[in-house]
């Protein structure tokens, strides 16, 4: 009597098409926070890229409403080889985004300000992407810093407006003690007195 083969309950892995791309085609994703600087570390990149040439391919992906090719993972590498004039670099093709990879990128970058922050995590819950819990575990960080984002985003709208308009970025620190004010005008004085230097410049610049 045969006997049936087992099923074989393993998901097929998804490859990744590699191929030469020409640079130019491929352009940043919009929805990244923050553009790729050319600072020192990006300096060091293109020193690198120049010596050895791409390690690592960039993940692109298409859009479908206008067929732009977008880069997913690898801005600034592919910054860095369009300042260095190279014509074509490799890639990986995906389908379709992966709209968490792409918030994950987000929220790692060092040079996103703590506001930024809060309301792109906010942005995020918002369209029910990700649940709290799950951002939270991909970020590192435990469920009451996610709330503290959230709380801080949820301000007043004309209190947020303020802290759009600020000359110097606000520390993490610096905007939950704003968020937890008792009433919006305490809030709008706190940012006043921001804005007239009495709060310290060391504060205003530390990082999340």
């Given at each position: 009597?045969?006997?049936?083969?087992?099923?074989?309950?393993?998901?097929?892995?998804?490859?990744?098409?590699?191929?030469?791309?020409?640079?130019?085609?491929?352009?940043?994703?919009?929805?990244?926070?923050?553009?790729?600087?050319?600072?020192?570390?990006?300096?060091?990149?293109?020193?690198?890229?120049?010596?050895?040439?791409i390690v690592q391919p960039l993940i692109i992906f298409k859009k479908k409403k206008d067929g732009t090719w977008?880069?997913?993972?690898?801005?600034?590498?592919?910054?860095?080889?369009?300042?260095?004039g190279m014509k074509e670099i490799p890639v990986l093709i995906k389908k379709k985004p992966s709209r968490t990879?792409?918030?994950?990128?987000?929220?790692?970058?060092?040079?996103?300000?703590?506001?930024?922050?809060?309301?792109?995590?906010?942005?995020?819950?918002?369209?029910?992407?990700?649940?709290?819990?799950?951002?939270?575990?991909?970020?590192?960080?435990?469920?009451?810093?996610?709330?503290?984002?959230?709380?801080?985003?949820?301000?007043?709208?004309?209190?947020?407006?303020?802290?759009?308009?600020?000359?110097?970025?606000?520390?993490?620190?610096?905007?939950?003690?704003?968020?937890?004010?008792?009433?919006?005008?305490?809030?709008?004085?706190?940012?006043?007195?921001?804005?007239?230097?009495?709060?310290?410049?060391?504060?205003?610049?530390?990082?999340?």
């Open positions: 009597m045969r006997k049936d083969k087992p099923k074989n309950n393993k998901k097929k892995s998804k490859k990744l098409k590699f191929r030469m791309f020409p640079t130019s085609n491929i352009q940043e994703n919009p929805k990244c926070l923050r553009k790729t600087k050319r600072d020192e570390d990006f300096k060091s990149l293109k020193d690198s890229i120049s010596a050895i040439g977008i880069v997913e993972d690898g801005a600034r590498r592919l910054l860095a080889c369009k300042d260095l990879k792409t918030l994950i990128a987000n929220m790692h970058r060092e040079d996103i300000p703590a506001f930024d922050r809060a309301k792109f995590v906010k942005k995020i819950l918002d369209k029910k992407i990700i649940s709290q819990r799950n951002l939270a575990k991909k970020l590192g960080k435990d469920e009451s810093w996610i709330s503290h984002l959230l709380k801080i985003a949820s301000m007043d709208k004309e209190v947020i407006k303020k802290v759009d308009q600020s000359s110097e970025p606000w520390t993490l620190s610096a905007l939950r003690k704003l968020s937890n004010m008792r009433s919006q005008d305490e809030q709008l004085r706190m940012i006043a007195d921001k804005k007239k230097g009495e709060i310290g410049r060391a504060s205003c610049r530390e990082r999340v």
